[in-house]
């Protein structure tokens, strides 16, 4: 094994020796069982049942069968050494026929060792995004994180949608692969009537949710804001989940929907990092460097979005209105000339006055 293969030279030692007590056994196995005639026509399958379950990670399964296809040639190499010539077709067949189920009797080891780990790592991967949705940076989480792989993602952002019917293991596992096709790194699991979605590696958090939105059932599909790393993903699911709460307010939301966009909608809920925010983008500068900007804009949504009304009342030109208004949205990032963006402004503007009395 050492001569034909250099992975096996770079097992621990402890691999190495599981893997020559395996291979002894095998050998043992099927000289018993030629020297007991054969019986029941199959040959034994038991070659891994002491195998550990570590040992599955250790080698892969197309390692593990060129394992015995060598230990197979070795006793088929000394088949002449073990019998007379006229029982060596006889011994060669059943050498043939222990192959065969060695091979099967791999792939069963395997494909337990699989399920065993999919369903730990699935645990894993639920226990890891609860703790990011309590906000539980701490070195469990780190342990967690490394043993699925996450120690060293870059790119964190939460997406949250409503769970489709049915088996929702089967849900996880579409949401999951539909972000990996994407080239992204997926933690999901179920929280209550909705499914979490971290995903790791993104650039545009929105764009890639635009791919996998149909994943969810219908209703609204909100997304956190980009962190840097999964250990500050908390504040992404935070308000991504809030926004889920609050974007019934919103019949209208596109699908995906950016947290930031219901910011107005989550404040209304009493969110105060949504109050403190939409206060902080919107009122704060116009208040402070744009004064003459928040008093028109004022004015304008007092007057019920009529220009020339609000014109007469500020003693102002219509087009110093228009002028004001337009940069306002430059500024800002709102239109005032827009029945949504107005709306927020109003609850911008509202939430500043009562959250910055001291200006």
């Known amino acids: 094994m050492e001569t034909e293969h250099s992975w096996f030279r770079e097992l621990s030692a402890d691999d190495r020796s599981w893997i020559s007590v395996i291979a002894q056994s095998g050998i043992q196995s099927l000289l018993s069982w030629y020297a007991a005639g054969c019986p029941g026509g199959s040959a034994p399958d038991d070659m891994f049942t002491s195998a550990p379950s570590s040992l599955a990670k250790a080698i892969s399964l197309h390692q593990a069968l060129d394992l015995t296809r060598t230990a197979i040639a070795t006793v088929e190499d000394a088949v002449p050494d073990l019998v007379d010539a006229e029982e060596q077709p006889e011994l060669r067949e059943a050498v043939l026929t222990y192959s065969r189920e060695i091979a099967f009797t791999a792939a069963a080891f395997y494909a337990r060792a699989a399920e065993r780990r999919g369903r730990w790592d699935a645990r894993l991967e639920s226990l890891v995004v609860h703790a990011v949705v309590r906000g539980e940076a701490d070195d469990t989480l780190a342990s967690r994180a490394a043993e699925l792989g996450w120690e060293s993602v870059a790119g964190v952002a939460v997406v949250v949608g409503p769970l489709p019917e049915g088996d929702s293991r089967t849900a996880l596992g579409e949401l999951r692969a539909a972000v990996l096709e994407l080239g992204r790194e997926a933690l999901v699991a179920v929280l209550g009537p909705r499914m979490i979605c971290i995903v790791g590696g993104t650039q545009d958090p ?23 790393h999964l250990f500050a993903a908390g504040r992404s699911a935070r ?9 019934r307010a919103w019949p209208a939301a596109p699908r995906p929907v950016a947290a930031d966009e219901l910011l107005a909608e989550r404040a209304l809920l009493g969110e105060q990092p949504a109050r403190r925010v939409l206060a902080d983008r919107v009122y704060l500068p116009l208040r402070k460097q744009h004064p003459e900007l928040l008093d028109t804009v004022q004015a304008y949504l007092e007057r019920g979005t009529v220009l020339e009304a609000t014109a007469r009342d500020l003693f102002l030109h219509p087009n110093t209105v228009r002028y004001r208004l ?3 949205a430059e500024v800002v990032g709102l239109d005032p000339h827009t029945p949504r963006d107005a709306w927020v402004l109003q609850v911008a503007l509202a939430l500043g006055r009562m959250s910055h009395r001291h200006l």
């Open 206 to 228: 929105l764009a890639d949710a635009t791919h996998v939105v149909e994943r969810f059932a219908p209703g609204p599909v909100v997304v956190g804001p980009r962190v840097p």
């Open 326 to 328: 337009r940069r306002v």
């Open 239 to 247: 308000a991504a989940i809030s926004g889920a709460d609050a974007a």
